[in-house]
């Protein structure tokens, strides 16, 4: 198995403060076999173009 893949995620409050949204492990984790040793993860997918950051 390759690697752990972490996988953060920031925005900002509501006084435009940074602040961490997600922090952990990926969980769309990919590895071949015929590829030993690369492991590949789908960070962030939207439904919507564009994406959505929450606000109206």
Do not use: W, Y
């Not at 984790?29 to 439904?47: K, W, Y």
């Amino acid at each position: 198995m390759g690697r752990k893949i972490r996988r953060v995620v920031t925005g900002h409050d509501e006084n435009g403060v940074a602040t961490v949204i997600m922090d952990g492990e990926a969980d769309c984790i990919l590895q071949r076999p015929n590829r030993p040793g690369v492991t590949s993860d789908q960070f962030m997918a939207e439904h919507q173009d564009p994406s959505s950051n929450g606000k109206a």
